[in-house]
């Protein structure tokens, strides 16, 4: 057997010509080649979502009924159908305009499926329109659209064939094995290839060469070849559960490669699975949208962010303890899984999870890992896998597991039945209340908050939101704790901490990450070479390397309107002003309405002199995002600058309405209020703005001089 292996990949392997006792060149092998040895695997890998992540569209393959079925989607008529053995979609084009295009390939399986149609220029785009695969009687087997509630025209940003459902861009590393994008930004085409279709063997253990020869007899190669370390760290076995002590714990080389694909993050380079996870991604901190402020799972953000709050983390346990590595399903059903570890004389009780036995309440996911819902029909758990807590709803806000199956009762009523099983009375996660009251701006959180990221027990990923929270609040006291995590060992705090810089002036920040331009992980150095890109120029001493290093990564993802949006500010930032509107221009041309590109087109317009410019794309903008408090501030302080200042009270007024939870928009309006002679309103303004905002020390800065008696307050306090 190992003989056939060697001849199905002789032609990769030996046309490497290695010297004499040195290891073959790494090169990829193919699936087909790891299962003459590895059958049982690949059986295994054959049922997976990984095996189905992408294929061409044939009739094994498509799963959508494209029998001539007619699908309508707020007025527009898209019609399914076969001619001559291939797949057709009759829909709306980037004009507008019915056009009947060819099914490349299928994309995903279960619960939907998608579809990619090809274009002459390299591009492959998804179609919005998806097909729900699950069972008839669970709603399937029909026609949806992945915006059911918004109508999503040839216009909009996110139409199936503009930048944002770009496969080449957005989906294919994680689709593929081996992806190469191959984006040339002067011809805005792609000439993308990829080992395989599908994520195969060597998307996860990297190019399968060297163990091949070790297979074959080249017995010194370390680790049998393999270039990646996917094991799990311990496991259960005879009866005895190893578990490690809490750490404060780095991600382990299978968490790594997981990851690459399973996490809310962004590319800085050609991914390579054989290297480290924080040189190829940056990954995102817990952001107020993406997440709740007690951590949970909010927008769409693929687990790893989750995980890495979890105690199940901070254990050692690694994805393989739960998920078969090639099945890619859970290894045991039901409360099965967790007993693994967990004992059932304390924890398969009715005392620990208040409900019958074999109820659905009595199942440890639907407590501790509560669902959300993305694509319309895919169901995923929050992998935090945290305590059920009620109470943090009541006061914060934020969802429980409780009422996500009690729909019928209130969060109030879940709260009072965990104090009454509990005695607790305050929420059980202490970040909810920090994080919620830092997004508020209460200055009083700030000595908290920084004791929090101090407290090595937490979980690095939270304490790496807490130190980004506190850059809200600048203080010595705060640097001098921003200064301690960017020499954390762990680049997770280190990238928090850096975050939190952006509030202080660019030749202060220098002085603060001087220490981290030749940091030895490449996120860390972006990050840093991202807040330094408006440092004066007289003191850019030895930053070139870093700024080159940070402009090829932003040229990387040329293809991405987000990237060009960040190299433009970047320039700006250089004093590059007629580059970086270059490059927001090119972003404009992949996303038209991409909004930040649109407000910061209109500021290098205001720095170039030329806010006629900056007006007309602002009034572009209102017309475009009617709801955007930003488009409305920042077209009030044009007016403002061209002498309108009444009008400019109506858009101020307007953008504190549309942004209520923006103290600084209040502030803008109040003053305007002020200036147009209006004062009493002001104070008024002032007096709503400071209840919302009880800490933000402008507001209550601008309400004392406006206002003698809240000076007389403010000083009692």
């Not at 001849?7 to 299962?35: E, I, K």
């Not at 030749?507 to 490449?522: C, F, I, N, S």
Request: hydrophobic letters at 35%; aromatic letters at 8%; glycine letters at 6%.
């Amino acid at each position: 057997m190992v003989l056939v292996c060697a001849a199905l990949v002789g032609a990769v392997f030996f046309a490497t010509r290695p010297r004499d006792g040195a290891p073959p060149a790494l090169a990829y092998v193919g699936t087909p080649a790891c299962a003459v040895c590895h059958s049982q695997a690949y059986q295994n890998w054959l049922q997976s979502d990984h095996r189905h992540a992408m294929e061409k569209a044939t009739n094994q393959s498509v799963l959508g009924d494209f029998s001539n079925i007619s699908f309508d989607y707020f007025g527009t008529t898209s019609r399914f159908f076969r001619r001559d053995g291939k797949y057709y979609v009759q829909t709306d084009n980037a004009q507008g305009q019915l056009q009947t295009f060819e099914i490349a390939y299928t994309f995903g399986h279960y619960p939907l499926q998608q579809y990619l149609i090809a274009f002459p220029d390299g591009r492959l785009q998804a179609l919005s329109i998806s097909w729900d695969s699950r069972p008839a009687v669970q709603g399937g087997q029909r026609w949806f659209d992945l915006y059911p509630d918004q109508k999503i025209t040839h216009e909009d940003a996110l139409h199936w064939t503009g930048a944002f459902q770009n496969w080449n861009s957005r989906c294919a590393s994680c689709h593929a094995t081996h992806l190469v994008k191959n984006y040339s930004p002067l011809t805005d085409r792609y000439d993308t290839h990829w080992q395989e279709i599908a994520v195969g063997c060597e998307a996860c253990h990297g190019p399968g060469s060297q163990h091949v020869a070790w297979a074959n007899g080249k017995d010194s190669l370390p680790n049998r070849g393999l270039v990646t370390h996917l094991g799990r760290l311990w496991e259960p076995h005879g009866g005895q559960l190893p578990i490690p002590k809490l750490a404060d714990t780095p991600l382990s080389g299978q968490l790594q490669v997981c990851a690459g694909c399973h996490s809310r993050r962004a590319e800085l380079q050609q991914p390579d699975v054989t290297q480290s996870f924080f040189d190829s991604y940056s990954i995102s901190p817990l952001l107020d949208g993406r997440y709740f402020a007690d951590g949970q799972m909010r927008e769409e953000v693929y687990v790893t962010g989750s995980f890495l709050q979890s105690r199940m983390h901070a254990n050692h346990v690694s994805c393989t303890n739960c998920h078969d590595p090639h099945t890619g399903k859970l290894r045991l059903s039901g409360n099965s899984l967790c007993l693994q570890c967990h004992r059932a004389q304390q924890f398969q009780t009715e005392a620990h999870f208040f409900h019958k036995p074999d109820s659905s309440g009595s199942q440890c996911v639907n407590c501790h890992m509560p669902q959300r819902t993305y694509m319309g029909v895919d169901v995923r758990r929050d992998h935090s896998i945290r305590v059920p807590d009620p109470i943090a709803s009541v006061q914060y806000g934020v969802p429980n597991s409780c009422t996500q199956c009690h729909r019928d009762k209130s969060d109030k009523w879940a709260a009072e039945f965990i104090t009454k099983r509990t005695g607790r009375t305050q929420p059980y996660y202490s970040q909810t209340a920090l994080f919620s009251a830092a997004r508020k701006a209460e200055a009083s959180v700030a000595p908290t908050l920084l004791e929090y990221a101090e407290d090595v027990s937490r979980p690095a990923i939270l304490r790496a939101t807490a130190l980004l929270e506190s850059g809200r609040f600048s203080s010595s006291e705060q640097l001098r704790v921003m200064d301690a995590a960017l020499r954390s060992r762990d680049p997770i705090i280190r990238l928090g901490a850096i975050s939190a810089l952006g509030g202080i002036g660019p030749a202060e920040r220098l002085k603060h990450l001087q220490p981290l331009v030749a940091d030895p992980v490449k996120s860390v150095r972006l990050a840093v070479a991202q807040q330094l890109a408006s440092v004066p120029a007289q003191l850019q001493v030895d930053l070139g390397r870093l700024f080159d290093e940070y402009r090829q990564s932003l040229l990387y993802n040329a293809d991405m309107p987000e990237s060009l949006n960040n190299l433009g500010l970047f320039q700006a930032g250089q004093g590059d002003l007629a580059g970086a509107e270059k490059s927001l221009q090119q972003a404009r041309k992949l996303a038209p309405r991409y909004l930040p590109a649109l407000l910061n087109l209109a500021d290098i317009y205001r720095a170039r002199d030329h806010d006629d410019l900056g007006e007309r794309l602002l009034r572009e903008a209102s017309a475009y995002y009617p709801d955007s408090g930003d488009v409305r501030h920042a077209l009030g302080l044009l007016l403002v600058r061209s002498g309108r200042t009444a009008e400019s009270v109506r858009l101020f007024e307007q953008a504190s309405r549309l942004a209520p939870d923006n103290a600084h928009y209040a502030l803008v309006y109040a003053l305007a209020l002020a200036q147009s002679g209006r004062r009493a309103e002001a104070i008024e303004e002032l007096r709503v703005a400071r209840r919302r905002f009880p800490g933000d020390l402008p507001l209550q800065q601008a309400l004392s001089a406006y206002d003698p008696s809240a000076r007389a307050t403010t000083t009692s306090h």
